[in-house]
């Protein structure tokens, strides 16, 4: 993993799905601070290997985030916040989520000492799952495809 990867959810985004997940497969360890999520995999634990189970949040690591996102598609149950590129596993993904939203905002991730960073790029959320759609519709700001 690398550096650059260390990038956590922001807690309002929690707030304003208002949705609470099963399984966390990127955490880190201990989980992210005020996450209504109930179990996580570390990189240490390697949650691509292992099974998904529930509503799913995926964060990827921002290194390699295609297999978790692809897991993500293929589980149908679930959230992924992903920066992406114009690429095929992007169409794929554009093609078989029930709902979309393009943070045109630059986010600002939390960082492991407890810092914000931003990115040099706009994120995307995938949903997949009728509740998971429904629940981007709380991002007002944004039009869900």
Same mark, same amino acid.
């Given at each position: 993993?690398? !550096? ?9 985004? %929690? /707030? =304003?799905?208002?949705?609470? %997940?099963?399984? #966390?497969?990127?955490?880190? *360890?201990?989980?992210? &601070? ?7 995999? =570390?990189? !240490? /634990? /390697? ?20 297999? %978790?996102?692809? &897991?993500?598609?293929?589980?149908? @149950? ?13 169409? $794929?993904?554009? +093609?078989?989520? $029930?709902?979309?939203?393009?943070? #045109?905002?630059?986010? &600002?991730?939390?960082?492991? /000492?407890?810092?914000? *960073? ?7 959320? %995938?949903?997949?799952?009728?509740? +998971?759609? #429904?629940?981007? @519709?709380?991002?007002? !700001?944004?039009?869900?495809?």
């Amino acid at each position: 993993m690398k !550096e650059t990867d260390e990038r956590y959810t922001p807690k309002w985004i %929690f /707030d =304003t799905l208002n949705v609470e %997940f099963d399984l #966390d497969p990127c955490s880190p *360890v201990g989980g992210i &601070k005020d996450a209504p999520i109930k179990y996580y995999y =570390t990189a !240490e /634990d /390697d949650g691509l290997s292992k099974e998904w189970s529930g509503n799913v949040w995926v964060n990827p690591p921002f290194s390699n985030p295609r297999p %978790f996102m692809e &897991k993500l598609a293929a589980h149908g @149950q679930g959230i992924g916040l992903v920066r992406i590129s114009q690429s095929q596993w992007t169409k $794929d993904l554009w +093609n078989k989520a $029930d709902g979309v939203i393009l943070n #045109d905002k630059r986010l &600002k991730f939390d960082r492991p /000492d407890g810092s914000s *960073v931003g990115i040099p790029a706009v994120t995307f959320m %995938f949903a997949f799952g009728k509740a +998971n759609a #429904d629940a981007l @519709q709380n991002f007002t !700001e944004y039009k869900v495809r």
